[in-house]
């Protein structure tokens, strides 16, 4: 009976080992493929590839991108492993420009790829769709973002910002010190959900109310959130395997309701407001009288198609994940900084009131448009922070790198992923001199000429660059014209300095939040 035992054991020990080495093998079968081709990369682990400290959320996925960025200097790029796969990692502008632009054909699709039964609006969203889906949806939502619909969406922008001066004033009145990214945070709220949704979220007024507390779930980066989050940019298909979601369900579900509750009321009242559900409901409506199949819209030639259910809920879901954390972010990064150089601040401020004054001291599209310092301000503020810190591209085909010695090429095989590390293209000395200062000098008319192509890309570049910059741009200078149009803006004792970056978040963001004292000023 022993021997019997013995030997079970001793086979459970054998099948064990072998499994375990059959495991590491398939695990680490691909580690040598930068080698053999002569290429610099970050050596691997079995099971982390090179990720570990991204996957155990020691550092953020901008942030690790950044330091092979910074540490490979002289490499036109850097081999990296995603797990068990071969992923490269760019440096050289020129590959950059063939990756985003000139090939763009190859490297249409971003590696994220999401579960449209784990993730149904988050699947649908612009920045996920592949292949064809995506090119109708960008050609059919690109109208919306128009110079012309800015201009009649601005009244909602604007109205907002007038809440903000509002609340501001407020917490002015008590004495209190501002917290600007909660504040900023607010503002972004209630513009994306009278522009996206329709619906007023008072969220000045009532920060508990039920948009405000399912947007706070949207953006909430637990430790399980955040992981599947760095996944689905490495490795999307472990997301499946695991049934891992990126968005709570209970979220879906409220904008669906949202949305559905909006456009059944002003399809029943006949009611326009010049919105982006406004362009939504009459894409809706040409692809219902094209009766569902592709056609041709016979004055623009635009392709049309039906688009319905969760269809029609992800553009908005879209708009709300591109453009409340990147505006919010960008105006409490900003203020931060002029808070800290009250020059520059009085400088933007002399601009925003003598261009005010030539309009009636009317807030208006074109009034914005004129402020050309505001402009230098935040793209400054976009290249010192900038809120993607990272591009991804897939090669939907074998493709060639030229291999580093100069010499013949290397070859990267279809479903590679690509990264581009915006966040150390920023921060190189060789593009931006002093790149730690704050300096909106860097983009005045005499200067931004000399900054290298593909070195700036807080928008990305090629066919998937921002489609909503125009928007973002618009909300985010709009908050800034009417806080800086009327208050000194100084840091107090409780203003971080320097600022400390969230690890764990996938975009750039503070830990905590960025109090700052407000003073009325008279205009």
């Known amino acids: 009976m022993a021997f019997v035992i013995e030997s079970i054991f001793l086979s459970s020990i054998f099948l064990l080992s072998v499994f375990c080495i059959a495991l590491y093998y398939y695990v680490t079968r691909k580690f040598n493929f930068?080698?053999?081709?002569g290429v610099t990369y970050v050596k691997p682990l079995p099971f982390f590839g090179s990720?570990?400290?991204?996957?155990?959320?020691k550092v953020s996925i901008g942030s690790y991108l950044k330091d092979i960025y910074d540490d490979y200097k002289g490499e036109p790029y850097v081999g990296i492993f995603s797990m068990t796969e071969p992923a490269v990692v760019l440096r050289d502008l020129d590959l950059v420009k063939n990756i985003l632009v000139k090939d763009a054909e190859t490297f249409m699709n971003h590696i994220l790829d999401l579960d449209e039964e784990l993730d149904p609006l988050a699947a649908r969203r612009l920045l996920t769709l592949r292949g064809e889906r995506w090119r109708h949806m960008r050609v059919n939502l690109s109208?919306?973002?128009?110079?012309?619909?800015?201009?009649?969406?601005?009244?909602?922008?604007?109205?907002?910002?007038?809440?903000?001066?509002?609340?501001v004033d407020a917490e002015v009145a008590e004495g209190k010190y501002v917290q600007v990214k909660d504040t900023m945070a607010r503002f972004t709220t209630d513009?994306?959900?009278s522009?996206?949704?329709?619906?007023?979220?008072?969220?000045?007024?009532?920060?508990?109310?039920?948009?405000?507390?399912?947007?706070?779930?949207?953006?909430?980066?637990?430790?399980?959130?955040?992981?599947a989050i760095s996944v689905s940019f490495f490795v999307p298909s472990l997301l499946r395997l695991l049934r891992l979601s990126v968005v709570d369900p209970s979220v879906n579900q409220f904008l669906r309701d949202t949305v559905w509750t909006t456009v059944n009321y002003r399809e029943k009242n006949g009611i326009t407001r010049g919105d982006f559900l406004d362009s939504m409901i009459e894409l809706r409506k040409r692809g219902?009288?094209?009766?569902?199949?592709?056609?041709?819209?016979?004055?623009?030639?635009?392709?049309?198609?039906?688009?319905?259910?969760?269809?029609?809920?992800a553009p908005a879901f879209s708009f709300l994940m591109a453009?409340?954390?990147?505006?919010?972010?960008?105006?409490?990064?900003t203020l931060y900084e002029l808070a800290l150089q009250p020059d520059l601040q009085q400088r933007l401020r002399t601009e925003i009131l003598e261009v005010l004054g030539k309009h009636n001291n009317e807030l208006s599209y074109d009034a914005m448009k004129e402020m050309k310092y505001l402009d230098m301000v935040v793209s400054e503020a976009l290249r010192k922070y900038p809120i993607l810190p990272f591009l991804d591209r897939m090669s939907l085909k074998d493709y060639e790198l030229p291999h580093p010695s100069g010499k013949g090429t290397v070859p990267i095989p279809a479903g590679t992923g690509v990264y581009i590390p915006v966040l150390g293209m920023h921060y190189n000395p060789e593009y931006f001199e002093d790149p730690e200062k704050f300096d909106p000098e860097r983009f005045s008319e005499e200067n931004k000429s000399s900054i290298p192509n593909y070195s700036?890309?807080?928008?990305?570049?090629?066919?998937?660059?921002?489609?909503?910059?125009?928007?973002?741009?618009?909300?985010?200078?709009?908050?800034?014209?009417?806080?800086?149009?009327?208050?000194?803006?100084?840091?107090?004792?409780?203003t971080p300095v320097p600022l400390v970056l969230n690890q764990k978040a996938f975009v750039i963001s503070s830990v905590a939040g960025i109090p700052l004292k407000f003073k009325r000023i008279a205009t």
């Open 34 to 37: 930068w080698k053999d081709h």
């Open 195 to 227: 522009c996206a949704f329709g619906i007023e979220s008072n969220s000045f007024k009532n920060p508990n109310a039920e948009f405000i507390v399912q947007l706070r779930k949207l953006f909430e980066f637990s430790t399980l959130r955040s992981f």
């Open 456 to 494: 700036y890309l807080p928008f990305g570049d090629g066919p998937r660059f921002c489609m909503g910059k125009r928007f973002g741009l618009m909300q985010t200078k709009t908050g800034l014209i009417h806080i800086i149009g009327r208050y000194e803006v100084t840091p107090c004792k409780e």
């Open 51 to 57: 990720l570990k400290s991204v996957t155990l959320q």
């Open 323 to 333: 453009g409340f954390e990147t505006s919010s972010s960008t105006m409490s990064f």
């Open 143 to 167: 109208p919306t973002f128009t110079a012309g619909k800015m201009r009649k969406m601005f009244y909602l922008v604007d109205n907002c910002g007038k809440e903000l001066v509002k609340y």
């Open 288 to 313: 219902n009288e094209a009766n569902g199949h592709a056609s041709r819209d016979s004055k623009s030639e635009t392709p049309v198609f039906k688009v319905e259910g969760d269809d029609f809920v």
């Open 191 to 193: 513009v994306i959900a």
